[in-house]
């Protein structure tokens, strides 16, 4: 059950539309970039996990303040009420393609437990109508970019190896090597993307989930201290 139709209040509504500015604006980056920038769709997925643990934490407050719950019911919606987390975290560890369908299908699925709960419960008159608008324009969000990107199921990847210095820049043996940083990207005087490797015996790292294009690497050292070495000379790849 809902109370009577309304508009959602003012703070609401700035923050609940509010939430949608980036992933509209990512989105919008890749409709204007008019390059593949593969750091946009890590943005995305990002922002989505955020906002969906956050909405699915919301049903831990509804099973505390809901006088109409039975205790059964608050159990299943304390319980409910971290599985979005759960799934965000697990999704993230997944490809491009896979993650997407499972970003989408974990809105839907909150959505729906929305609706069941408002069966249950008196809910604000803006609550679902305003739910319904946000699933929509965060899942039509997550397919445009993903198209736009050109993601495929698992990407393509880069292997990159190099060897350890020897030597700091003024000839002194180095004894200090605390790891390294790895640059990518489409633009070779603007990298887009960065992992920082730790462990001085580290030589090699894979770049997974590039969709096709023209791609840049460069590998800088850093020591104990955070002291970074400069970049090496951009190596180009083209992925099909």
Known sequence: MTQS????????????YGGLLPFMGLTAAAVFSGTKHPWLVRALF???AV?????????????????QLDPRQQRGMYAWSVVPSLLAWVLLLLPPLAAAIGFIIGFVAQLLRDLNLARKAALPGWYLPLRRRLTVVVSLCIFVLLALVGCSPGGHSVTLSWTAPTQHIDGSPMRDLAGYYVYFG??????SGAVQLHGATVN???????????YYFSIAAYTVTGVQSGLSPPVMKQIP
Do not use: C, Q
């Not at 139709?5 to 609940?16: E, F, K, S, Y």
């Not at 906002?51 to 006088?67: D, E, N, R, T, V």
């Not at 489409?186 to 990298?191: C, H, I």
């Open 5 to 16: 139709a309304t508009a959602p209040p003012p703070i609401v509504a700035w923050l609940g």
């Open 46 to 48: 990002d922002y989505a």
């Open 51 to 67: 906002i969906l643990s956050f909405i699915g934490a919301l049903h831990w407050g509804f099973a505390m303040s809901l006088p």
């Open 186 to 191: 489409t633009d070779a005087k603007r990298y």
């Open 204 to 214: 090699h790292y894979v770049v997974e989930n590039l969709p096709p294009g023209k």
